[in-house]
């Protein structure tokens, strides 16, 4: 059974730190390109980060760029999304997702969310 289990969100002040993390379970993640999605209260989701298969290829949004940084361990089949000088407008729900449609890859399954707060 697919599976993406979330943690590692929380209340932060402006300027901290917070690393999310995935784990994939129920298909090869390796297999595939993850994601990182975001949705604000009364706003649209948004696309936050990618990564590639292998790790090699990034995708950021530019409100995250040199603030946010995606990796991934695929030994472990987990997907990360650090989190640093962190502003209020970063508050949201943030999702991870599968970003690779294939025969192998679970496109678009996404996990629970989790909830990320930025206060000044």
């Known amino acids: 059974q697919v599976h993406l289990a979330q943690s590692g969100g929380g209340s932060v002040q402006a300027g901290g730190s917070l690393k999310l993390s995935c784990a994939a379970s129920?298909?090869?993640?390796?297999?595939?390109?993850m994601a990182w999605y975001r949705q604000a209260p009364g706003k649209e989701r948004e696309l936050v980060s990618t990564?590639?298969?292998?790790?090699?290829?990034?995708y950021y949004v530019d409100s995250v760029k040199s603030r946010f940084t995606i990796s991934r361990d695929n030994a472990k089949n987990t997907l990360y999304l650090q989190m640093n000088s962190l502003l209020i407008e970063d508050t949201a729900v943030y999702y991870c997702?599968?970003?690779?449609?294939?025969?192998?890859?679970?496109?678009?399954?996404r996990g629970q969310g989790t909830q990320v707060t930025v206060s000044s």
């Open positions: 997702a599968v970003h690779t449609a294939s025969s192998v890859c679970p496109f678009p399954y």
């Open positions: 129920g298909f090869i993640s390796s297999n595939c390109g």
């Open positions: 990564i590639s298969f292998d790790g090699s290829t990034y």
